[in-house]
């Protein structure tokens, strides 16, 4: 089976999926389920979002939540003053882009790890700014919460999370996907044989905080009263690169899983330790940084081989 | 005039702990190339150690260094040995990625169990000299952050010495420079990185019990901490421990003066974008080899 059909089988899968959670809003499930599932279905987006920047230019961003916060930031203005939310979120989304366009420049200039350190700067001073001039909660208008449809919020989730899978899977099997992993090899060598790196990390850049962009707007759409300083908040990155590293990085479905292995085992862990559970949480993590390295992918791939290894002895 | 030269003074005192900060994170991540952005929590582990020590026994928080620095030594080589001396085995681009990952788990654990042990409140220590203060003209310098400068200035000192005269001290700088050199010229260099680790984490105890006598300590000053630290190193560069002391002061009065010009809510602002800068114009920072 080539890679690209093992990404495409993957895409069915989770798109499939996808189509069975279509169906949960008519079974008329509490509101604390639909909830949930929300919650799985921002975190794919966002963890998915991270990956085409990790995981195929190689480059690990430590400033995603800027763009996360200013596609929240945008949309909400937006629609608060009576945009269509879709037109609301699309200007969130190419806000992103372009700031992110104009920062990328810069920061590509930076490798490995001070792209890393550079980046968590950009994403600090921008929640730091924020938060001085927007102090005041973002509350909705009664108006709108007395109209709020939660089965709303939750499609449009559930719709932002099959394209950022769509977008991942169209990438990893395009020529585009082959430069970029190209530049996370080897950056010079791909250099050398003609892959025009500086262009293609912003292409990987703009999509990534396009994506990252609209999940923000969902946010800013989905939740009630928040800080507007709150979207940028640096765990948004760390949640993101969490899910992403644990499910398998630069891989279609990693992300995918590594968002549901981690709200849920981080929401379990909640209800059933509700003191320690960031302590357990957080051994919990690093256990599975040492343990499976290539995170979940990896660790199935290896299980696979060694079973196969097995039948063909026997 | 006297308002603006008190808060720069007020800016070169604490750009003191920021130069002590700094200096444990510079040396691992110089030596080992791991980023540990767990640092500032092992910063305020050190400050709630002195805490401990002041509140359950009344040691003087200046005299608990005694005790924190060699328990945060060895807390340094137990956290090298159970986590971050499985990173090093990586070459260095998957190092950097997974000691990020390992230094989060790390932070988010800590940050749950200072919580847990000393509950979310600030806390500082009260001595009887607090309030002491010595007048130069209109100005007043506070004794206690004028204490912590100066050992601020004594350990990074004592480091230096460390590194340039003791024999492993000048393995730990060989292993910076080239391990495979190192590694042929039969130098031990995960010793050598064992002991950065360990050395480094002691100046963040020092650094954490100097930070909650003149100021406090809460479980969330780890990241601020941490960005700080990380601000002096990129400001500095790497390689020079006296050096980054200077970042530090740098860092310090640069805040101060933007907070007298912008008004309070900016002094963190400029020190990122001075870092910004610096990474754009001059990657290798302003010390640095």
Request: proline share 3%.
């Amino acid at each position: 089976m080539t890679a690209a059909g093992h990404e495409r089988r993957w895409a069915v899968a989770i798109l499939a999926a996808f189509g069975g959670l279509a169906f949960l809003p008519l079974a008329g499930p509490r509101d604390d389920l639909l909830n949930f599932v929300f919650l799985i279905l921002l975190s794919i987006t966002l963890a998915e979002s991270w990956n085409v920047v990790a995981g195929y230019a190689g480059q690990v961003n430590l400033g995603h939540a800027a763009f996360f916060g200013l596609g929240a930031l945008i949309t909400r203005a937006l629609w608060i003053a009576g945009t269509p939310v879709a037109l609301a979120m699309t200007a969130g989304a190419v806000t992103a882009t372009v700031f992110a366009l104009i920062i990328g420049v810069a920061a590509f200039r930076l490798r490995g790890a001070y792209f890393a350190i550079g980046t968590l700067a950009l994403g600090e001073i921008l929640r730091t700014t924020v938060g001085n001039v927007l102090p005041e909660i973002s509350t909705l208008p009664a108006a709108t919460i007395a109209s709020y449809r939660l089965s709303v919020r939750y499609y449009l989730a559930l719709g932002l999370a099959a394209i950022s899978v769509i977008a991942v899977a169209t990438l990893a099997t395009s020529r585009l996907g082959l430069g970029m992993r190209a530049i996370r090899e080897d950056e010079e060598a791909a250099e050398a044989s003609g892959v025009g790196a500086l262009a293609l990390k912003l292409t990987a850049l703009a999509l990534s905080t396009a994506l990252a962009g609209l999940a923000g707007g969902l946010f800013a759409y989905y939740h009630i009263s928040y800080y507007p300083a709150h979207p940028f908040g640096p765990h948004w990155t760390f949640d993101a690169l969490l899910m992403t590293f644990i499910g398998g990085v630069g891989t279609l479905q990693g992300p995918v899983l590594g968002a549901v292995l981690y709200v849920v085992l981080k929401e379990y862990l909640a209800l059933r330790w509700v003191d320690i559970h960031l302590l357990i949480f957080g051994a919990l993590f690093v256990a599975i940084v040492l343990l499976l390295p290539g995170g979940l992918v990896q660790a199935a791939e290896r299980a696979r081989a060694v079973l196969g290894a097995r039948r063909r002895a026997a | 005039m006297t308002v603006l030269a008190q808060q720069l003074i007020l800016g070169l005192l604490i750009g003191g702990l920021y130069g002590l900060a700094a200096a444990g994170l510079s040396l691992i991540f110089g030596v080992m190339r791991v980023l540990n952005v767990a640092h500032g929590e092992l910063i305020m582990l050190g400050g709630y150690g002195a805490f401990w020590l002041a509140a359950l026994l009344g040691v003087d928080p200046f005299a608990s260094l005694l005790l924190v620095i060699p328990g945060s030594l060895l807390l340094g080589a137990m956290l090298y040995w159970g986590l971050f001396g499985f990173v090093v085995r990586a070459h260095e681009e998957a190092r950097v990625k997974n000691s990020l990952l390992i230094g989060f788990g790390l932070a988010l654990a800590l940050h749950a169990l200072a919580v847990r042990l000393w509950t979310a409140d600030e806390r500082s220590i009260p001595t009887s000299y607090a309030g002491a203060v010595l007048a130069v003209g209109d100005l007043a310098i506070p004794l206690v952050r004028l204490a912590t400068l100066v050992l601020a200035l004594l350990l990074i000192g004592t480091l230096q010495l460390l590194l340039s005269r003791w024999r492993w001290g000048k393995a730990i700088r060989a292993t910076a420079e080239d391990w495979q050199a190192a590694l042929l010229t039969g130098i031990d260099i995960r010793r050598a990185y064992l002991l950065a680790f360990a050395l480094g984490t002691a100046l963040a105890g020092a650094a954490g019990t100097l930070i909650t006598v003149a100021y406090s300590v809460s479980p969330s000053i780890g990241l601020e901490w941490t960005l700080k630290a990380l601000i002096v190193v990129v400001l500095a560069g790497l390689g020079s421990m006296i050096g980054t002391f200077i970042g530090g002061l740098v860092l310090g009065v640069a805040e101060a003066a933007s907070a007298a010009t912008f008004g309070g809510p900016y002094r963190e602002i400029i020190g990122l974008v001075i870092f910004v800068v610096v990474l754009a114009v001059r990657p290798r920072g302003l010390f640095g080899r």
